[in-house]
């Protein structure tokens, strides 16, 4: 059992990857902020899907592929129960995150915004909340805002009214994939509100380790990946407000779209058809309605509570163990942050810390983390990453230190 409840070594049995040993020694799976291991529930439930169940989703009028049509139609209901929205019909299947941000800004944004308009965002902002407004400023003109951030790595609040004024949206991660900070969601949207702004938040690490509940946000879209919550590969999540998805043009036109097309033109499927152009991701909403009732089964709040611990544990052994010689990044209140670590470490170079961590089976991740703006406000071309997931415990913190220690051996310090 953890510190937590959560009984990490029955979770931990549950991944069959987790398993393996390379060279003899255990692997130390550290990467989860930019993919999470799968669960054999989730690779069971796919590929008996693909034995005995596989069929179109196109309503089709034979038993096989009625079948097909449910289950993935129960992905989506488990994917609205999980996040509370109001209706199944509110979740839009997508490819990732990415495409489910790209999705907002080329509709919604097309359709709501002229040459002056004004989006909000955050220095802690993923390229991927980042790159499509830049491409929608060049096409539009519209002007970016940016909300700075604290010494802590937590937002500076006190700057958001103001730059809020006359803006029309404000789009901010709830969890940063870099320092682990968790924004004040409901709060930074109710500013937003206020401000006539609509707000769209990047839950992509967020939604994978917490309760979400997106009604009491009180958002507007909320986008996410299935691959970072236990799921497959290929599927990700927009939800958003019926009224504005109801409101927005299509993102993608083809086949499943559409009510009607003629010589002279097309009507719109009802939604979430209306953003579901071709054939869809539908093994993969399989996996994903697997991953999510392997989360419910556990509890979100306990796999937040053992992240807590997690957290706690490695900032303080950490810095009891190397002192000056690393630097964490990010917010040291465990209530307002994640098990997600970048740090420097005895000025040894990212990608050279990650290689010598590989030689004890520690797997983390070096480079810019697709957030270079905050990389700049960090004065670092690049960080190691130690990101912590349900299946991780204190030992695996513990190895990492382990692993510390030789890469300082190696360098000489
Ligand atoms: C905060 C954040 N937003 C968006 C993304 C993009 O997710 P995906 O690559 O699954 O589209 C990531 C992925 O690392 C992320 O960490």
């Given at each position: 059992m953890s510190h937590t409840g959560l009984d990490v070594q029955a979770v931990r049995a549950r991944f069959p990857v987790l398993q393996r040993t390379i060279n003899g020694a255990p692997l130390v799976y550290l990467d989860s902020a930019n993919t999470s291991q799968k669960p054999d529930v989730v690779i069971d439930a796919m590929s008996a899907f693909m034995r005995h169940g596989y069929a179109p989703v196109n309503r089709s009028a034979y038993q096989l592929a009625v079948e097909a049509d449910d289950a993935y139609e129960g992905a989506r209901r488990r994917v609205a129960r999980f996040i509370n929205a109001a209706r199944a019909s509110e979740v839009v299947f997508t490819k990732n995150a990415t495409e489910s941000l790209n999705l907002v800004a080329a509709t919604w944004g097309r359709a709501n915004l002229q040459v002056g308009d004004v989006v909000v965002l955050t220095h802690m902002e993923h390229h991927a909340n980042i790159v499509p407004w830049h491409m929608l400023a060049a096409e539009r003109g519209i002007e970016l805002r940016w909300v700075p951030l604290t010494a802590d790595g937590q937002l500076d609040l006190e700057a958001v009214p103001a730059l809020l004024e006359g803006a029309r949206a404000f789009a901010f991660t709830a969890?940063?994939?870099?320092?682990?900070t968790i924004t004040p969601v409901r709060h930074l949207c109710d500013a937003a509100h206020a401000a006539g702004a609509i707000a769209i938040v990047d839950g992509c690490q967020y939604v994978p380790h917490n309760v979400t509940d997106v009604q009491a946000w009180n958002a507007d879209f909320v986008a996410f990946s299935s691959h970072k919550l236990c799921g497959p590969t290929g599927i990700g999540v927009l939800w958003g407000r019926e009224a504005l998805l109801d409101a927005m043009p299509p993102f993608l036109g083809g086949g499943n779209m559409i009510a009607d097309v003629r010589l002279d033109g097309f009507t719109t499927a009802e939604l979430p058809a209306k953003f579901e152009a071709g054939t869809p991701p539908i093994v993969e909403a399989i996996g994903l309605g697997a991953a999510i009732d392997f989360l419910e089964g556990l509890d979100m709040r306990s796999v937040r509570q053992h992240e807590v611990d997690l957290a706690q544990y490695a900032l303080s052994s950490l810095t009891e163990r190397f002192g000056d010689d690393i630097t964490i990044h990010g917010p040291t209140n465990v209530e307002v942050r994640g098990a997600t670590f970048s740090f420097a470490f005895r000025g040894i170079h990212p990608h050279d810390l990650s290689q010598i961590l590989d030689q004890h089976n520690v797997c983390v991740r070096a480079g810019h983390h697709c957030a270079k703006p905050l990389m700049r406000v960090l004065g670092a071309s690049a960080t190691a990453r130690a990101s912590f997931y349900?299946?991780?415990?204190?030992s695996e913190v513990d190895a990492l230190a382990d692993a510390l220690d030789g890469a300082s051996d190696i360098f000489g310090f």
């Open positions: 969890m940063s994939n870099v320092l682990g349900l299946y991780n415990d204190r």
